[in-house]
């Protein structure tokens, strides 16, 4: 699985810590080993400037998520497509004034966002009431089984 992780948004970001996020989540969503993912931390100038480019709205914004071939998660039994997922930008600044008003603090908004980006690269929405019930419930299962494990050495 190649999962590239770069930090263009002028504030510290442990890149290794998302890769490994991003690969625990891949991993449980039963993407092909060998899917490609680039998630681009960036500004607010930059987000904005994505956000109206390709979303026509005002703005900054959280994440975006640019899917590429596709891909849907895995399913039991069945052998997964190859191909490039897609990119994430997330923009940190956004992420540690969320963070704060949640009382979660900054890394745990940018796993959060991390996360649901990904979800959103495999084809989920939240849209519509019954999407955003599955959606942020797998969000928020993905996230608990994420923090339960131990700390990477």
């Known amino acids: 699985m190649s ?16 890769a490994r996020l991003s690969r625990f989540v891949l991993d449980a969503m039963r993407v092909h080993p060998q ?23 005002v703005g900054p914004t959280d994440v975006l998520s640019f899917p590429m ?13 190859e191909g490039i997922l897609g990119d994430l930008m997330i923009c940190v600044a956004i992420a ?11 890394l745990a908004e940018c ?6 980006g990904i979800l959103h690269l495999l084809g989920y ?13 797998l969000q928020d299962q993905l996230l608990a089984r994420w923090r339960s494990q131990p700390p990477a050495g």
């Open 3 to 18: 999962i590239e992780i770069l930090n263009e948004s002028g504030q510290e970001l442990d890149v290794r810590h998302f």
């Open 35 to 57: 899917a490609e993912l680039c998630i681009k931390a960036v500004d607010e100038a930059t987000i904005t400037e994505l956000n109206e480019k390709w979303m026509d709205k």
């Open 69 to 81: 071939d596709e891909l849907r998660p895995g399913m039991v039994g069945e052998e997964p497509e």
């Open 96 to 106: 540690e004034k969320q963070g704060e008003a949640a009382g979660h603090g900054t």
């Open 111 to 116: 796993e959060l966002l991390t996360v649901h």
């Open 125 to 137: 929405d939240h849209a519509e009431p019954e999407e955003h019930k599955e959606m942020f419930g």
